[in-house]
């Protein structure tokens, strides 16, 4: 039974990495190396592709895990596991290296948290934020045998978040917290969903800088998920459906002060996005 697991988890790896077209043997690695059943749960499972009904599978057999599909954890709430090659495509747009500290906010059952794991390897540490108490206590169990990662009952957008050198979100928010940006190291990189509830949105990647003010940042492509609490907005929603309307692929920085000029695409409360490059870094190297 190992062996036909083996098989299709290096099936689904090569799946995974061509649907996302990269080209990247750590990030194969992780997906053929991490099984994806403990986090799925007790099959048969729904299934869904994204934005269509869920289907059930017809029996538990781990062949229907290993594919290109969203994995429902709550089917009533619609949470998921999320699309596999788009969370291929993102983790690799952060270009994570061995030893570092990963923050992850919204972790669900854990599944990309051990791939997280798995890619910062046993001198690097992944603090895990899951505000369900239900889908935590699971997560824990699920992850127990990766002594680099600890899993936290709580809201990961409060104060006191550990210095990271990545924060990678999993709940859609209408504007970045404030305690994520501060919590990253220098050079360090976040990325989250720019998308409140209901909002197809997009993939903010923003990277720290010299510059306190202004910050690198790009879209790593469009982005739907869950709403996180705490970070919701009606009427952001609104204008960033508006907003993703047009041009979003321009967008070159994040700034937290001065008056947002003829640049800005879009303009929160405090914070705007810009299609000028910062200061210091160069469009390519956003890309890291």
Known sequence: MEDRSEKLRAFYA??????????????????????????????????????????????????????????????????????????????????????????????????????????????????????????SAWARDNLKDFPQVEVRTQSGVGPNLPRADLIYVCAGAAHPSRAWLEALRPRGRLLFPLAPAGVLGGMLLVKRLDQESVWAARFAGRAQFIGCAGLQDEEAGRRLTEAFSKDWDRVRSLRLDGAPDDTCWYAGDGWWLSTAGAKGEQTEATKS
């Open 14 to 135: 090569k799946l995974i990495c061509a649907a996302a077209k990269l080209n990247e043997a750590r990030i194969e690695e992780a997906f053929r190396s991490v099984k994806r059943e403990p986090f799925a749960g007790r099959g048969p499972w729904w299934v869904t592709i994204g934005g269509q009904p869920y289907v059930l599978t017809p029996d538990d057999d781990p062949a229907f895990l290993y594919q290109n599909l969203l994995v429902a954890l709550d089917r009533e709430r619609e949470i998921n596991i999320g699309m596999p090659s788009a969370h291929a495509y993102w983790i690799a747009t952060c270009n994570i290296k061995p030893g570092e500290t990963v923050v992850q906010v919204g972790t669900g059952s854990g599944y990309y948290t051990a791939i997280l794991a798995h890619l910062v390897g046993d001198a690097g540490r992944v603090c895990a934020y899951e505000i369900d108490e239900g889908l």
